[in-house]
């Protein structure tokens, strides 16, 4: 994940270097997700009938390249082109990995090596926004492009390392096709309130060094540092959110999705209320949010049909990243309809955005609930 977040790390000083307004980056960060929904379908249902390890090995040589061509482009044109690779590139890595593990590992473990793994993702990303941020000030951004090709080289050199998974038997066709998953209302739920997630996070993620840049200005850290730092809290929120609700995953997951409501209402409003307050509260809502992605993904695992796990898996990713697609071109859209960047009430209106998108998770679990229990007493009546 070394070239993952280099864009955002740098986004700001690409964006005064290209002259693009706000919409345009938000449309540079959502052409990853574009990639991505455009190739998750394909590689993730691919590991139901051939071993994950070998799209996870052929999807690093995506991330290399994409890595490598963003260092070589000219503007946002190329920008949006190699985003996309790099996005197609974690869609054969972070799904297909799981899918490599949770074959690997069954019974009360289970969740907690998924907790263990999907956590690993905040470490990728903060890694490389420190990474890439402190190669732009030294060597450039070109620089910091080429050195995240290195990481999934490496990757793809462990994972031939490793020996066979075990195989199940394969699933029956009717099983392995996007309608039959989410008519499980089961799986459904988890899939709506991971959409509402990857909407809120990778909104978060693409625009927190420029809010940075605008609301912690009093002190000396590098708005980059100050992101790779603060998302370096994630993984442990992960970890802790999916042992804490564990037995009770949903109910979990809508509390924590009302405290991140409340939050991101607060980042807005305290963006002029000095750099200590401001680090504070995007640290306490990056928790927050992290507080349900390893309870979401456990559940969605345990839930699902181990023969046709992988096309589950791709249902889940194509419409979470299909959140992470919109939300960072939404808040460009509305940080531009606000006055732009330097303007207090442009970062309070695309807050606000997420306050919104996450009231909207909370209330589907909360239907989804409803309706599974409803279902369940006119079963036992």
Not at 177 to 189: A, C, I, M, P
Not at 214 to 238: D, E, F, H, Q, R
Request: charged letters at 10%; hydrophobic letters at 50%; a positive charge.
């Amino acid at each position: 994940m070394t070239g993952v977040s280099t864009w955002a790390a740098l986004l700001p000083v690409l964006q005064a270097e290209w002259h693009t307004s706000n919409t345009i980056a938000g449309v540079v960060s959502g052409a990853f997700f574009a990639g991505y929904l455009a190739a998750v379908p394909v590689l993730v249902s691919l590991t139901d009938r051939v071993p994950a390890r070998r799209v996870y090995i052929c999807s690093c040589g995506a991330l290399a390249c994409g890595a490598i061509g963003f260092a070589l482009g000219t503007g946002p044109a190329t920008a949006m082109v190699f985003q996309a690779v790099l996005g197609a590139g974690l869609a054969g890595t972070y799904m297909p990995g799981l899918k490599e593990l949770s074959d690997r590992i069954v019974g009360p473990r289970q969740g907690r090596a998924i907790a263990f793994y999907t956590s690993t993702f905040g470490i990728g990303t903060s890694l490389s926004l420190f990474v890439s941020g402190l190669l732009q000030r030294h060597f450039g951004w070109r620089a910091a492009f080429l050195a995240g090709a290195v990481g999934p080289l490496l990757a793809a050199a462990l994972m031939r390392r490793l020996p066979p998974a075990p195989r199940v038997s394969p699933a029956s066709r009717s099983s392995l096709s996007f309608r039959s998953v989410l008519r499980d209302r089961r799986v459904l739920g988890y899939v709506i309130g991971y959409t509402a997630h990857c909407w809120e996070l990778f909104a978060l993620r693409s625009w927190l060094v420029a809010f940075l840049g605008y609301a912690a200005t009093g002190v000396s850290i590098a708005p980059s540092t100050i992101a790779a730092a603060v998302n370096l809290l994630g993984p442990p929120a992960s970890i802790a959110g999916n042992e804490i609700a564990a037995g009770r995953r949903v109910r979990m997951v809508r509390y924590t999705m009302f405290a991140g409501a409340a939050l991101a209402f607060g980042m807005g409003l305290t963006a002029r209320r000095g750099s200590l307050i401001v680090i504070a509260v995007t640290a306490a809502y990056v928790i927050t949010i992290m507080g349900d992605s390893a309870a979401l993904t456990a559940g969605l695992v345990e839930t699902s049909d181990p023969a046709a796990r992988g096309t589950v898996m791709a249902v889940y990713s194509f419409f979470g990243f299909g959140g992470g697609l919109l939300g960072p071109i939404v808040f460009g859209t509305l940080l531009d309809a606000g006055g732009g960047t330097a303007s207090h009430r442009a970062w309070i209106l695309a807050f606000a955005s997420l306050t919104a998108v996450s009231l909207l998770g909370a209330a589907s679990l909360t239907a989804r609930s409803a309706a599974l229990g409803a279902k369940q007493k006119i079963t036992v009546d």
